[in-house]
């Protein structure tokens, strides 16, 4: 049994139930639970938690008071417990789940693993929530869908607090992170041929990243010769991304949008605008579909059609936060800063786009974040040589 402990919120998450606390509540909860079994004295556990202050043993009371109060619903996970005549200690119970049969069916666990790569496909975040979280239906979900879980959870810290998890299942969303929140799209094409060259990224994913992702990259850096060249690979080699059948099409095809945009191709554009409104006429894969409505009303804007632009970008955002996925929040913030820098100019919409940034930051402390993935991803997959 394990807790996960979120620095930046002040909470602790265990199996995607999240209590929050006060940032002393936190600490002395975590200092306990490190130390789990073990009783200690309030002087003592005012010595750890309160260095440098000189508050009353009260103050412990108070806390601990709080602490089993927010804790209630986990009483067979954890208790606190009063040691008489000496103080207080943190005991950790040995859950015992009864298992029904179907948890051992090989062909319940494919469904499942279906069900949930069918949600994620149509962007049903809230539907992923309730699966993983369903208890009764014995669903164990395989621990390789734990990133993609705490990705769209929009849990960024979890990447970088995480040692349990192998760094070939988090690398691509950690330079994702990078990507969005550096802005340095030349490094990010670095990271991924070095990622990709020294084969540190899982098989399922190496066909995504060799394809799409290193064409987004090219087109963010401005490279668009070498975006072109992508473009006439994948046509290539892979062929089958540039029609409707396959799961990527809509994201290459977004892409392709955006850089038609900065060459201000407008005959491209429009034609792969009723490519993408027949696209998800039939395949509706929400997540996309935002990002493209948010697209599209920046296309408005650059063709002079300012009101129904900008509401096409709130109708897009709101589409992206009916998913659950606050990851792709950021990506449509990020596809907005980066049109909004040379390609598209409303000083309304680049100001409703910063504010947008900002409460992020607030929220993320950007500058302590990125230097933390910066450092994991020197050390994982190296920079430029």
């Not at 440098?52 to 067979?76: F, G, M, Q």
């Not at 164990?140 to 959870?153: A, G, T």
């Not at 299942?169 to 950690?174: G, I, N, P, R, V």
């Not at 997540?287 to 300012?306: A, C, D, M, P």
Request: with cysteine; aromatic share 14%; charged share 30%.
């Amino acid at each position: 049994m394990s807790l996960h402990f979120i620095l930046k919120d002040y909470c602790v998450d265990y199996n995607g139930e999240i209590v929050y606390l006060l940032r002393k509540e936190y600490y002395l909860l975590k200092y306990l639970f490190e130390n789990a079994n073990q009783p200690f004295t309030r002087s003592h556990l005012l010595d750890e938690v309160w260095k440098l202050e000189t508050p009353s043993d009260r103050t412990i009371d108070d806390h601990i008071y709080r602490l089993r109060k927010k804790l209630k619903d986990w009483d067979n996970l954890i208790s606190i417990d009063t040691v008489k005549g000496f103080g207080y200690q943190l005991s950790k119970k040995e859950i015992r789940v009864e298992t029904a049969p179907v948890a051992y069916d090989k062909e319940f666990h494919i469904l499942i693993e279906k069900l949930f790569n069918k949600y994620n496909l149509y962007g049903s975040g809230e539907a992923i929530n309730a699966l993983v979280n369903q208890k009764a239906l014995n669903i164990n979900m395989p621990v390789d869908y734990n990133p993609l879980i705490y990705f769209m959870k929009g849990d960024f810290w979890w990447f970088v607090q995480d040692y349990k998890h192998q760094m070939s299942s988090k690398l691509l969303f950690l330079i994702y992170l990078f990507s969005v929140i550096s802005k340095d799209y030349r490094q990010t094409i670095v990271y991924i041929k070095n990622g990709l060259e020294k084969k540190l990224f899982p098989d399922h994913v190496i066909y995504e990243v060799e394809n799409i992702t290193l064409l987004y990259a090219y087109v963010f850096s401005r490279e668009f010769a070498l975006a072109k060249e992508q473009m006439t690979k994948i046509e290539k080699n892979s062929p089958e991304i540039t029609e409707q059948s396959n799961d990527l099409y809509p994201s290459y095809l977004i892409i392709s949008l955006i850089k038609a945009m900065c060459l201000r191709e407008n005959k491209k554009v429009q034609d792969i605008i009723v490519k993408l409104d027949m696209f998800f006429s039939e395949k509706p894969y929400q997540r996309e579909l935002g990002i493209y409505t948010v697209i599209k009303g920046l296309f408005g804007i650059q063709s002079g059609r300012e009101k129904d632009g900008r509401a096409d970008i709130e109708k897009g955002f709101e589409t992206i936060k009916k998913t659950k996925y606050k990851s792709h929040i950021f990506t449509a913030i990020d596809i907005c800063m980066f049109l909004l820098a040379e390609d598209v100019k409303d000083d309304l919409t680049h100001q409703d786009i910063y504010e947008k940034w900002k409460s992020l930051n607030k929220e993320y402390q950007f500058t302590t974040l990125i230097k933390s993935i910066k450092i994991i991803l020197e050390e994982q997959v190296g920079g430029e040589s």
